[in-house]
């Protein structure tokens, strides 16, 4: 842990250091001829060089022998794990209520590889381990999308593997991805470089604790085409929004110093039955997500107050106070006490199956 806080004194370098015995040979073939063809493509000087300079001029190589440089063997090596064998994904699905007594996973995988394999391979996991839900859309209409946007899971994932720390005394840890039934888990080594939390998503703000692996990325690509980091800055806002869009509540940050956790809550799976209840309540088209989960949990008893309520889905006090009086505004709640002991608990009648009718 010293070690760690000393080496953030001054802007971090690990990613530049050489590799020794390695060389181009050590790259992957197809991820190499797309990046060479990427860089060409959005560089006129870099157009003019050769492969050899290409690869020097953007750090992929690096000292009078042009050996690999750490950055360029985590985003384009044939198996990284060779030279630096924790950086890694190490993923896993907590057990479930159903597993056999003892269980400590249903399913734990390692994801090696450079960069863009890892990206790809931990996310098509995420897609097999969770569930589509079912969700209203704008209209009021229901349809079936991933349990985790997609996009929000892939810039977590390229996060946690282009900005953990690359020190010496990190590289015994892996980025580590847990899914259970109540969210997901993202964690790196290393803390936020430069920036606080409550920083993160906005817009113009930027930081890169590994500089050189960052640009290299940027034009790096996955099997499938895409790239690994879209732009500066880009990443949070993405997350940000795409959960915003799903109806989700945001993301909670924690940044301990030495390592750096995303949770993204799954507030957005409800039984069938609940789904048909919420469709028939007056307003339903015009409430949010929070609310329609709000009053499913209100249907099986629960009893609200300003607290729980930004503690289940994370907020200030204001919009909390503001998305329960809305339900108490149509009639589908009722409010008692006053202020701090104020309780929200669902209409009378509400809760019966005639209410469809």
Not at 292 to 306: D, P
Request: charged share 20%; aromatic share 6%.
């Amino acid at each position: 842990m010293e070690q760690a806080f000393i080496a953030n004194r001054s802007t971090p370098t690990f990613d530049q250091q050489p590799m020794p015995g390695t060389g181009v040979g050590d790259l992957n073939a197809t991820f190499l001829t797309a990046y060479l063809s990427t860089c060409r493509a959005g560089s006129t000087a870099l157009a003019e060089l050769s492969d050899d300079d290409v690869l020097y001029r953007t750090g992929v190589t690096t000292g009078p022998e042009r050996v690999l440089s750490l950055a360029g063997l985590l985003a384009l090596g044939v198996y990284p794990q060779q030279y630096v064998p924790n950086c890694v994904i190490q993923a896993s699905v907590a057990a479930g209520a159903t597993d056999p007594d003892g269980t400590r996973a249903a399913d734990t995988r390692r994801f090696d590889g450079p960069v863009p394999a890892m990206l790809n391979e931990a996310l098509h996991w995420v897609q097999r381990n969770t569930r589509n839900r079912v969700r209203f859309s704008p209209d009021g209409h229901l349809h079936d999308e991933p349990e985790f946007p997609l996009e929000a899971v892939r810039e977590l994932l390229s996060n946690a593997l282009i900005h953990r720390d690359l020190g010496p005394h990190a590289l015994t840890q892996a980025v580590t991805l847990r899914l259970d039934a109540r969210q997901m888990v993202v964690s790196n080594p290393g803390g936020l470089w430069n920036i606080t939390v409550d920083r993160l998503g906005k817009v113009g703000v930027t930081s890169a604790r590994n500089g050189h692996l960052l640009r290299i990325c940027q034009n790096v690509r996955t099997r499938e085409g895409n790239r690994v980091v879209e732009a500066l800055a880009s990443g949070i806002p993405a997350v940000l929004n795409s959960l915003r869009r799903a109806g989700m509540v945001p993301p909670r940050f924690h940044d301990q110093g030495i390592s750096f956790t995303v949770a993204v809550p799954n507030h957005a799976l409800l039984a069938a039955e609940d789904l048909e209840w919420l469709a028939a309540l007056p307003s339903a088209d015009l409430l949010s997500d929070r609310q329609r989960h709000a009053l499913v949990a209100m249907r099986h008893g629960t009893v609200w107050t300003n607290q729980s309520f930004r503690e289940t889905f994370p907020m200030d006090s204001r919009e909390a106070r503001k998305e329960l009086a809305g339900l108490v505004e149509v009639g589908l709640a009722v409010a008692e006490g006053e202020r701090r002991g104020r309780l929200y608990r669902l209409s009378p009648g509400r809760s019966a199956r005639s209410d469809r009718t």
